[in-house]
């Protein structure tokens, strides 16, 4: 086995129709030509061009709603239906009552692990990579997210297929696996996006906004860190998702060209075995409606430009006043003739107004964009006393018809089809939400008037008790901050670092069990005696780097005594490299001389040998390792050196499936998924013969082994000479 080596803008013209040009006064020759022919220049002249706005456009129709037909099932399962003919496809969305908001405390992200290796992480008839495979072949596409109190699996098919990929996704909802590797992996991704959230400005002011105006103590504001996603394991997902994932709690939608009587039967028969039952999900903590007046700057000497973001608590769906607020956002950032843009055009750039709502609690309103460093200040200074005049003073007719015209299009266009019709109308369901909710709102914007504007920025909208979050350098800002009255609050945007990786301490149970398994990969592989009996290997490999890691390929030569000795002469584009180990100390070299291993690269070697296979699996019958079982196919394998690798076996063959460990850098730990693949039978033994790896959630590197050969009498005479 190979261990670890180590904004496009188009400009149009438009051209009028030609028209004859205007005479021109002059007092030349010509003049009395020009006379002379006057009247009849004006008796032919075309008559002006109607202006736009003189337009007349038919009255807008209320947005049609299709007949869905609804029902529950025998196991309490809600189904809709929507038959569409046009084309022969089917869509389909699952939603579950649980989210982000559920979290129990300390275990941020739990909620969206589960949700994402329902998919990711295989079924009992399908491994994880098998199910993406299986739709992809099926001209399939199917996803999966999770909001903070939603879970969604929406998937699209044609029609000729749907019949299979109903019986896959039934096999997603009701028989998940959560395999180990793929949570390992899952985990290693968010640990990524993890170190790499300070690193977009736009998007850190969007979540710092967010999270001290709802409260960062609160499910709404709190986000996953590196110790919260460490505390979870597999158990915590299946205990999640047995809490969580049952008929009752489950909402599934279907549109597409289907016959509704067949479906209703064809997915009735399909679930109607899944009779799991909980009592129902609880309700979903209340959302802040004080806010968190004040003003916040995230101090980044890095960038030239100021993130800004001000606003505060705002409404949620069912609220009087919200096609108001709308109409008040869009005349201060809706567009290009807003207010806002109007005033700092050449000062900002992506300015936006939004009062957005939220389903179950209420959403927020907010004016962000992206500013020069040195008028930040007065930028925020503008954007509150824009705030203030809306007011005390009426817009303008024309402001408050472009709004509305505005705001009432883009919800023609939200609903533009049948299926962004159905999804609105289960959420609407879900959240317990009229059904007419969307014609409601229709008619709101249509009757907001110019006094509707006035009142509800002057009851609802305070500039002075509002969040101010600023993302930028204060030191190029022409005025502080503070000029805007109070202090200013000091953003921290460090990242906790990582715990360091313990073994798992286990149970005479999970012990016992951990030595079961390993004795069973030992016997898949050959038998626990023939593993003994290796004394020394041979093993050359060819090596592919991922694109992202620069591409390269090579070979590499590993040479291992038993006694404790390993040596590895790897071949790059570059030149040969040399590198040996007696466990304890050993050196590196290349054709222009060798040195003693520093200490990283000798904690790199020392982990390389702890996994060679050989004595990994025999692992159990080492007093210094302790052999723990995780699930029915993972066991972690640890050593009083702090060595630490968990091995995934394949349930059907017992033969390790993958290895996850965290390799030493210099920039500290980074985690690595070693997958193994085409075994084949080497005196007496499977082994391996083609090895992927992923480092740090990413590809890396894929590995073939093109010979193997063991106990060919090494010496370690031919392990110690240097290059």
């Known amino acids: 086995m190979m261990r670890f080596v ?83 496809l089917i869509n389909g969305m699952v939603v579950v009552r649980t989210g982000d908001l559920l979290d129990p405390p300390g275990m941020t992200g739990l909620a969206s692990l589960t949700g994402n290796l329902l998919i990711a992480g295989g079924s009992t008839a399908r491994p994880g990579d098998d199910l993406p495979r299986r739709f992809q072949g099926l001209g399939a596409e199917i996803g999966s997210s999770v909001t903070e109190n939603t879970a969604i699996i929406d998937f699209s098919a044609l029609k000729d297929n749907a019949d299979e990929v109903l019986d896959v996704l039934k096999d997603v909802l009701t028989a998940p696996e959560f395999q180990q590797d793929r949570l390992d992996l899952a985990k290693v991704q968010l640990f990524n996006a993890i170190a790499h959230r300070n690193d977009d400005p736009a998007t850190v002011v969007q979540r710092e906004f967010t999270a001290t105006v709802y409260g960062k103590d609160t499910p709404y504001g709190r986000q996953a860190e590196y110790s919260t996603l460490e505390r979870i394991d597999r158990h915590d997902l299946v205990s999640f998702y047995q809490r969580y994932y049952f008929p009752k709690n489950v909402m599934l939608a279907l549109e597409g060209d289907f016959d509704s009587a067949r479906m209703k039967t064809r997915i009735e028969a399909l679930f109607s075995e899944w009779n799991a039952t909980e009592p129902p999900a609880p309700a979903f903590p209340k959302a802040s409606t004080e806010g968190a007046p004040g003003r916040f700057l995230a101090a980044r000497k890095d960038i030239r430009q100021s993130y800004f973001a001000v606003g505060q608590i705002g409404v949620d769906y069912l609220d009087k006043d919200y096609p108001a607020m709308q109409i008040v956002a869009e005349i201060l950032g809706g567009g290009p003739q807003a207010r806002l843009n109007r005033r700092l055009r050449g000062y900002v750039n992506n300015l936006t107004a939004t009062a957005a709502a939220s389903f179950g609690h209420p959403g927020l309103f907010e004016i962000s964009g992206v500013a020069d460093s040195f008028p930040t200040t007065q930028v925020i200074r503008t954007v509150l006393d824009e705030l203030t005049r809306m007011r005390t003073a009426e817009v303008t007719e024309e402001e408050l018809k472009i709004a509305k015209d505005a705001a009432l299009n883009r919800l023609v266009f939200t609903f533009d089809t049948q299926l962004a019709i159905l999804s609105r109308l289960a959420q609407y369901e879900y959240f317990s939400l009229p059904r007419d909710l969307t014609e409601q709102y229709q008619k709101g914007l249509e009757a907001v008037t110019r006094e509707d504007v006035m009142r509800v920025s002057r009851d609802r909208l305070n500039p002075a008790t509002m969040t101010v979050i600023v993302v930028g350098n204060p030191t190029g800002f022409e005025t502080p901050l503070q000029v805007l009255g109070g202090a200013v609050i000091p953003i921290d945007l460090t990242i906790p670092p990582p715990a360091r990786r313990e073994a798992v301490l286990g149970d005479p149970v999970s012990l016992r069990r951990g030595k079961e398994l390993l004795q069973r990969a030992q016997q898949a592989m050959g038998g626990a005696d023939k593993l003994a009996a290796v004394k020394d290997y041979v093993e050359e490999t060819s090596y592919q780097f991922a694109a992202s890691a620069g591409g390269s390929q090579g070979t590499e030569t590993e040479r291992w005594l038993a006694a404790g000795s390993i040596r590895q002469d790897s071949v790059f584009p570059t030149g040969k490299l040399s590198v040996y180990c007696d466990g304890k100390s050993g050196w590196i070299g290349a054709s222009q001389g060798s040195s003693g291993l520093n200490e990283v690269q000798l904690k790199q070697v020392q982990g390389d040998m702890f996994r060679v296979p050989f004595t990994l699996l025999l692992s159990d019958r080492l007093p210094s390792r302790k052999v723990n079982a995780l699930d029915e196919d993972t066991v972690e394998i640890s050593d009083g050196a702090g060595q630490v690798v968990k091995a995934v076996f394949d349930s059907a063959t017992g033969l390790v499936k993958s290895l996850l460990y965290d390799a030493v850098t210099a920039n500290g730990p980074v985690p690595v998924i070693e997958t193994f693949s085409d075994y084949r039978d080497t005196d007496g033994l499977k082994l391996p013969f083609k090895v992927a790896v992923t480092l740090a959630g990413q590809k890396y590197q894929e590995l073939t082994v093109t010979s193997f050969r063991l106990n060919s009498g090494l010496r370690i005479q031919d392990l110690e000479r240097r290059p």
């Open 6 to 88: 180590a904004v496009f803008v188009i400009a149009t013209s438009l051209s009028p129709a030609q028209t004859t040009p205007p005479a021109h006064k002059n007092s030349s020759a010509g003049a009395s030509d020009q006379s002379s022919s006057g009247a009849a220049h004006r008796a032919t002249a075309p008559p002006a061009l109607p202006s736009y706005k003189d337009l007349k456009y038919p009255p807008r129709r209320p947005i049609p709603i299709p007949a869905i037909e609804s029902s529950t099932l025998p196991n309490g399962m809600r189904l809709y239906l929507l038959e569409n003919h046009e084309l022969p």
